[in-house]
């Protein structure tokens, strides 16, 4: 998969598996772009050590990382709190949840966020789950319906989302099926 450069030229698609040693420059990442939405360094290293194959890392030619992935099976229903570690994951999953998909300013605007997208619903169609959730934040909800997601319609579950994750936040699904 190629994607575009901001010059036009192609770029080859940089995204791959986290592993631990990129922990400290994903948390300094973490930090720089979610100032309003922080996670301790142990969280994230709780998320990656529970499902490392839906952590990943994208990187662009002569540059540190510039973006990040966490992502992990999940239960159906009000998503997990920020910033508070998950212990274990669901032995029976019913969905797979985006923690968080993020980008440095610089490497927005060129289709890289968009590029990891199959290759999370391929993560979650292996588990096998029907549906990917996640809560939209910082405006994100009109790129996370390009990606096929809907807001939830149940009330009770935007609520649980806002307190959560704050006034703007929206939870969304995407079917798999």
């Known amino acids: 998969m190629v994607d575009a450069m901001s010059d036009g030229s192609p770029a080859p698609r940089q995204w791959q598996l986290m592993t631990a040693a990129n922990l400290p420059a994903v948390n300094e990442l973490a930090a720089r772009i979610h ?24 990187s662009q030619p ?12 999940w239960m159906a229903g009000p998503p ?4 508070t570690r998950l212990h274990t994951l669901p ?3 019913d969905i797979y949840f985006l923690h968080d998909l993020a980008l440095d300013a610089p490497a927005r ?3 890289l966020a ?3 997208v199959p290759d999370l619903v391929a993560v979650a169609r292996s588990i096998p789950v029907q549906r990917l959730a996640l ?16 807001p939830i319609p149940d009330e ?21 099926t």
């Not at 579950?157 to 703007?168: F, I, P, S």
Request: with cysteine.
């Open 114 to 116: 968009a590029s990891l």
């Open 80 to 83: 997990p709190a920020l910033d």
């Open 35 to 58: 100032p309003d939405f922080p996670e301790r360094p142990e969280i994230l290293a709780e998320k990656f050590h529970l499902f490392p194959r839906g952590c990943f890392v994208l």
């Open 91 to 93: 032995q029976q999953p």
């Open 62 to 73: 002569g540059a540190q990382i510039c973006g990040y992935c966490f992502s992990h099976p």
């Open 109 to 111: 605007g060129r289709n």
């Open 156 to 176: 009770a579950m935007q609520a649980a989302a806002r307190a959560k994750y704050g006034g703007g936040a929206v939870q969304m699904e995407r079917d798999l």
């Open 135 to 150: 809560v939209a934040v910082g405006g994100s909800g009109p790129f996370w319906t390009r990606m096929g997601f809907q």
